[in-house]
């Protein structure tokens, strides 16, 4: 009797600690996500799984081109009228240990990341917490405590969520971008590293800005950046757990997350990531005495956050398009708002996407060292993204040579399998480093396992 009770006492602790790990990186978050999940048959998602002879053609482009940039390795996910129509990995995840690129791995999508953010915006907008043209400085601004955020310029007091959205707050990167310039910040503020997102607001809101807000767009990483902070403080929670819980999870997907910046701290299924062969080391973002690669721990990817942090699968990431779609009722926003996404003023950007060709085809892209993204939702129904663990010598040029050869690929597929009746959910991550985190343990490296045992075992 007694072995019979603490067996069932000991399944009781191992199922709360199961649950209290499940889903995301993030712990002790009061917010719930406001929907569950429906159980999906089980299915081993590997290369093998849309290994067509269809497909040869258009596999052989693909692979031809990361060979030609030097890629190591790359994901690819189609979607066809919103259902998964492809999704196969080329090359190398981890070259050094063999380990082929699956389209299970996850892999830094730079500023893609600002979609992500623009959906959370919207989400907030619909359900009452934000406006669009709530002012974000001063007196009557979201963030309004002085102490954190003085600023010298008045006009910073007209900035709007709008505004930061489409880039049209008043900052532009002439002078360089306030997110990769950690030691000059550090510098002239007086402070050490690694530098923390209200260090680099305030170091922004210490000058001048460089042009009156809403007369024009400029590219800026910092709009996004203090986004971050708008979203944290209307819900009361992290960036990262209110867009894992109200835009991730409530659809299925559970494999995004901020991600780490060196390379023994990436997540379980993360891809390594790998630079022009002479690419330079540079000094560790935190101030440790050593030199790394930007890739490895050189940029500081985590502080990126919502202008350019997020790991996430090809597949997760092509679903999440079709539930931005504004033809497509049933995703994460309203059709009207996902339309707002990709709307934009004469002079501006959109408030989400990169821009929006003529023909109404929306474009994301995102790189950084270490990686290069494209994502693009097509006006003839189809969507692709396209993902490397790799960032070749063109840099910010490569996506458009992605589109270029993607274009060519696919009108050598003359017909698209229904694999799944409707895109299958990803698999929920749980690792030894969240059991320490519930505990507030020391964090140790992150340890991969092989995804078929996982997804045999849990689908959602």
């Given at each position: 009797?007694?072995?019979?009770?603490?067996?069932?006492?000991?399944?009781?602790?191992?199922?709360?600690?199961?649950?209290?790990?499940?889903?995301?990186?993030?712990?002790?978050?009061?917010?719930?996500?406001?929907?569950?999940?429906?159980?999906?048959?089980?299915?081993?998602?590997?290369?093998?799984?849309?290994?067509?002879?269809?497909?040869?053609?258009?596999?052989?482009?693909?692979?031809?081109?990361?060979?030609?940039?030097?890629?190591?390795?790359?994901s690819v996910a189609i979607a066809k009228d919103g259902k998964l129509v492809?999704?196969?990995?080329?090359?190398?995840?981890?070259?050094?240990?063999?380990?082929?690129?699956?389209?299970?791995?996850?892999?830094?999508?730079?500023?893609?990341?600002?979609?992500?953010?623009?959906?959370?915006?919207?989400?907030?907008?619909?359900?009452?917490?934000?406006?669009?043209?709530?002012?974000?400085?001063?007196?009557?601004?979201?963030?309004?405590?002085?102490?954190?955020?003085?600023?010298?310029?008045?006009?910073?007091?007209?900035?709007?969520?709008?505004?930061?959205?489409?880039?049209?707050?008043?900052?532009?990167?002439?002078?360089?971008?306030?997110?990769?310039?950690?030691?000059?910040?550090?510098?002239?503020?007086?402070?050490?590293?690694?530098?923390?997102?209200?260090?680099?607001?305030?170091?922004?809101?210490?000058?001048?800005?460089?042009?009156?807000?809403?007369?024009?767009?400029?590219?800026?990483?910092?709009?996004?950046?203090?986004?971050?902070?708008?979203?944290?403080?209307?819900?009361?929670?992290?960036?990262?757990?209110?867009?894992?819980?109200?835009?991730?999870?409530?659809?299925g997907i559970y494999d995004a997350f901020i991600a780490h910046n060196y390379?023994?701290?990436?997540?379980?299924?993360?891809?390594?990531?790998?630079?022009?062969?002479?690419?330079?080391?540079?000094?560790?973002?935190?101030?440790?005495?050593?030199?790394?690669?930007?890739?490895?721990?050189?940029?500081?990817?985590?502080?990126?956050?919502?202008?350019?942090?997020?790991?996430?699968?090809?597949?997760?990431?092509?679903?999440?398009?079709?539930?931005?779609?504004?033809?497509?009722?049933?995703?994460?926003?309203?059709?009207?708002?996902?339309?707002?996404?990709?709307?934009?003023?004469?002079?501006?950007?959109?408030?989400?996407?990169?821009?929006?060709?003529?023909?109404?085809?929306?474009?994301?892209?995102?790189?950084?060292?270490?990686?290069?993204?494209?994502?693009?939702?097509?006006?003839?129904?189809?969507?692709?993204?396209?993902?490397?663990?790799?960032?070749?010598?063109?840099?910010?040029?490569?996506?458009?040579?992605?589109?270029?050869?993607?274009?060519?690929?696919?009108?050598?597929?003359?017909?698209?399998?229904?694999?799944?009746?409707?895109?299958?959910?990803?698999?929920?991550?749980?690792?030894?480093?969240?059991?320490?985190?519930?505990?507030?343990?020391?964090?140790?490296?992150?340890?991969?396992?092989?995804?078929?045992?996982?997804?045999?075992?849990?689908?959602?």
């Amino acid at each position: 009797m007694i072995k019979k009770t603490a067996i069932f006492i000991s399944f009781l602790l191992l199922f709360s600690l199961f649950d209290l790990t499940f889903g995301y990186s993030l712990r002790n978050e009061e917010e719930k996500p406001d929907e569950s999940i429906p159980t999906f048959p089980i299915t081993d998602l590997s290369n093998d799984l849309f290994d067509f002879e269809k497909f040869s053609s258009f596999e052989q482009t693909v692979t031809r081109f990361i060979s030609h940039w030097g890629v190591t390795g790359a994901s690819v996910a189609i979607a066809k009228d919103g259902k998964l129509v492809y999704a196969k990995g080329f090359g190398y995840a981890n070259r050094e240990e063999q380990e082929l690129m699956q389209p299970y791995h996850l892999m830094r999508v730079a500023s893609v990341s600002k979609l992500i953010t623009a959906s959370a915006v919207m989400k907030l907008v619909e359900t009452g917490r934000l406006r669009l043209d709530s002012k974000v400085f001063g007196v009557e601004g979201i963030l309004n405590d002085k102490s954190q955020y003085g600023y010298i310029d008045s006009r910073v007091e007209q900035i709007t969520v709008k505004q930061l959205l489409n880039h049209s707050g008043g900052w532009t990167s002439r002078w360089g971008d306030h997110l990769f310039m950690a030691e000059s910040i550090a510098r002239q503020q007086g402070i050490e590293l690694p530098l923390k997102k209200i260090d680099i607001i305030q170091f922004a809101l210490a000058k001048r800005l460089h042009f009156t807000p809403g007369t024009h767009s400029s590219y800026s990483n910092l709009g996004y950046l203090i986004l971050e902070s708008v979203i944290e403080d209307v819900s009361g929670i992290s960036y990262e757990a209110y867009v894992t819980q109200n835009i991730f999870n409530p659809n299925g997907i559970y494999d995004a997350f901020i991600a780490h910046n060196y390379d023994s701290l990436r997540y379980p299924l993360e891809a390594r990531y790998y630079e022009v062969p002479e690419a330079l080391q540079v000094p560790a973002f935190d101030g440790e005495a050593k030199m790394v690669l930007k890739s490895r721990g050189g940029n500081d990817v985590r502080t990126l956050g919502a202008a350019g942090g997020w790991v996430i699968s090809s597949v997760s990431l092509i679903k999440f398009l079709g539930l931005i779609d504004p033809e497509r009722e049933g995703g994460i926003i309203s059709t009207e708002s996902a339309a707002l996404l990709a709307h934009s003023e004469p002079g501006m950007h959109p408030l989400g996407w990169r821009w929006v060709s003529i023909d109404g085809t929306r474009w994301r892209t995102g790189s950084f060292a270490g990686s290069s993204a494209l994502a693009i939702s097509r006006s003839d129904g189809f969507s692709y993204v396209f993902i490397t663990n790799t960032s070749p010598w063109v840099g910010s040029r490569f996506p458009y040579e992605v589109n270029r050869m993607m274009a060519r690929a696919l009108d050598r597929v003359d017909e698209w399998p229904q694999v799944f009746p409707i895109s299958p959910y990803s698999p929920k991550l749980v690792t030894s480093v969240e059991l320490q985190d519930t505990f507030q343990k020391p964090t140790r490296p992150w340890e991969c396992w092989g995804f078929t045992k996982l997804i045999n075992s849990r689908i959602y």
